[in-house]
């Protein structure tokens, strides 16, 4: 049987638009791809891209009292949000072009428009026009979802803070995960009175105990007004407010009021009910270690099949699906040991197990030095860092690197090289220390601080 393509992708996020261009420009695949709003899906237009930007956007502030601590005669002017949000979307445009020559220039053919299956072998775009294709791939990613109560209209999400047309005098963000505790920090750093309330005892769950404790010390030392333990109940319109009564019945008044309670993969109105597609308890598209679906030449890859939501994993999700569709190379997505960072303030790197999670599995030892790095403590700033290994008593091996520090995310990307060759706690003794850094710390704490 012949078909239109070798290859039709639904979704031109990360995921889908590396698996498109991978097959059609190694390959020579014939590779169609079709993309119902922007080029370059969550991570580059509504997500990883935007909000780092935000980041550096808000870690100036903090700057220039730094700077002045070092003899700098400078004052702070105001943030024009206007001015930065312009060339935002001047920058995302750009990265979205980017995106669209690549696929163009691997001589893959995309289609702005939704697409659905129709078949195991067929898509139907939304004029009607149908495709068919040998195997079909699904990068379809997610979306932010508001749990319903009283008022939950009244809030915005991740998708909307990029666009909004003045910078609020006050936010209430709800949710303790990265978007949440991301946002909370961007927002403080810019001026913005900020208010984070998450309904657990502590922020970043599932993370490093110790790290979180210091994470939220150090966002509340910055400004944030952190209620844990507390959850919206109702939410009513005043004015050009909202106001908020929380669910200990106290009373607030906020400009905006943010969720970022978790993401849904976009699953619905594909198609995959008729087909026999299995979906998850989240509705994620259940998918095997090679990311095949129950229907043979059915794939999907990234957020969509809520493995582990990150870029990068979508990414390698994408070649791997490449490698063993199109280069007959068999090969599974390895999903162990994935470094990750989070952009609060202050920031963390981590790879492997949390203390807590180690602990539960086996016996062992946990190395951890907390102390004011060298430029802020000059400057007269308190944020503490945390260096921080846990090490199996067994084996010796390195199970989990967590660092509070600024440009943890850098650190933790070598660190992670290390962990994942199974470096033991000795390997890492007998390199030399980088000095005078804060990662040196890695290399030089000596006696563990807890035995378990
Ligand atoms: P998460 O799933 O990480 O966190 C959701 C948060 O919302 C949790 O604190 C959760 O609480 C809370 N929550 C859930 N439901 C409710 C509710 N009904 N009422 C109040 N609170 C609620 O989701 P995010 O939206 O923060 O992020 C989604 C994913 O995006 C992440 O898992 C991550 O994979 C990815 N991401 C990665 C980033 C990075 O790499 N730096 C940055 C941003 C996103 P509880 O803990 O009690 O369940």
């Avoid at 005043?238 to 906020?254: M, S, Y």
């Avoid at 993401?263 to 008729?274: F, I, K, S, T, V």
């Amino acid at each position: 049987m012949s078909f239109d393509y070798d290859l039709f992708v639904i979704g031109g996020g990360s995921g889908g638009v590396r698996a498109a261009r991978v097959a059609a420009g190694d390959t020579g695949a014939k590779v169609a791809l079709a993309e119902e709003d922007r080029y370059g899906g969550t991570c580059v237009i509504r997500g990883c891209v935007p909000k780092k930007l935000m980041v550096f956007a808000s870690e100036y502030s903090g700057m220039v009292e730094d700077a002045q601590a070092y003899g700098w005669d400078i004052q702070a002017g105001d943030f024009s949000w206007d001015a930065f949000k312009g060339k935002l979307h001047a920058e995302l445009d750009r990265l979205e072009g980017i995106y669209r020559n690549l696929l163009k220039n691997s001589g893959v053919e995309s289609f702005d428009q939704r697409a659905k299956l129709v078949d195991a072998h067929t898509v139907e775009l939304s004029d009607g026009t149908r495709k068919t294709a040998k195997h079909i791939l699904i990068a379809t990613g997610g979306r932010p979802v508001v749990p319903e109560f009283p008022g939950s209209e009244l809030a915005i999400t991740s998708n909307e803070i990029f666009h909004l047309d003045k910078l609020p005098e006050s936010i209430l963000i709800v949710g303790g995960g990265y978007i949440a505790s991301e946002f909370a920090g961007i927002m403080n750093g810019l001026g913005v009175k900020t208010t984070q309330f998450y309904r657990g005892e502590q922020i970043l769950r599932g993370f490093d105990m110790e790290a979180r404790n210091m994470i939220a010390d150090g966002m509340v030392e910055a400004g944030v007004d952190l209620k844990l333990g507390t959850n919206v109940a109702e939410m009513r319109k005043e004015g050009d407010a909202i106001r908020v009564t929380d669910t200990a019945g106290n009373e607030h008044l906020f400009d905006v009021v943010m969720y970022a309670t978790g993401r849904a993969p976009n699953a619905d109105d594909l198609g995959l009910e008729q087909m026999g597609v299995a979906r998850g308890a989240k509705g994620e598209i259940v998918v095997d270690d090679y990311s095949q679906t129950g229907v043979p030449s059915v794939y999907a890859i990234g957020d969509v099949t809520d493995r582990v939501n990150l870029t990068p994993v979508a990414i390698r999700e994408g070649m791997a699906f490449v490698e063993t569709v199109f280069k007959g190379n068999p090969t599974p997505v390895d999903h162990d040991l994935i470094p990750t960072a989070i952009f609060t303030q202050p920031e963390m790197g981590t790879v492997g197990l949390s203390e807590e999670e180690a602990r539960a599995q086996e016996p062992i030892e946990v190395y951890a030095a907390s102390f004011k790095p060298m430029q802020q403590s000059f400057a007269g700033r308190a944020a503490k860092v945390l260096m921080k290994l846990i090490v199996s008593q067994e084996t010796r091996k390195v199970l989990g690197c967590h660092i509070v520090a600024p440009g943890a995310g850098e650190m933790i990307q070598l660190a992670g090289i290390a962990v994942k060759m199974g470096a033991t706690k000795e390997d890492f003794d007998r390199t030399v220390a980088v000095h005078p850094t804060m990662s040196e710390e890695l290399v030089t704490m000596k006696s563990p601080v807890r035995s378990a």
